[in-house]
């Protein structure tokens, strides 16, 4: 599961309910362009995402909410976020750069006089 200042990138843009589009959600997330984690919440019933038996928060009934993405709070004050299916970790490539230093052996300079 992702976490808040988490990088991820949208793998997924389809099927976005776009009669919402300006009554709920400001904008949809688009497919291949990354975005940073602002919050994980609770999913809405409207999205008819519940939570499980156990009554455990799993990636089935969250909801991710972005930054750069304000959506508008429903009558409860709650912000509607995007399924985490739509999401996958952004793969940073965290190789330190390491220079090579080659090591020669001093040779003496002769000098001809």
Wanted: charged share 30%; glycine share 8%; proline share 6%.
């Amino acid at each position: 599961m992702f976490e808040p200042g988490q990088r991820v990138v949208c793998i997924d843009d389809s099927g976005f309910p776009t009669y919402l589009l300006g009554v709920v959600y400001e904008a949809f997330p688009v497919k291949g362009k990354t975005y940073v984690v602002r919050d994980i919440v609770p999913a809405s019933e409207s999205l008819k995402v519940f939570f499980d038996k156990k009554g455990k928060v799993d990636a089935n009934t969250c909801a991710v909410l972005l930054q750069g993405i304000r959506n508008k709070p429903n009558k409860h004050g709650v912000e509607s976020g995007y399924k985490p299916q739509r999401f996958r970790e952004l793969e940073e490539d965290t190789q330190e750069e390491h220079v090579t230093v080659e090591k020669f052996d001093a040779v003496p300079a002769t000098i001809d006089t």
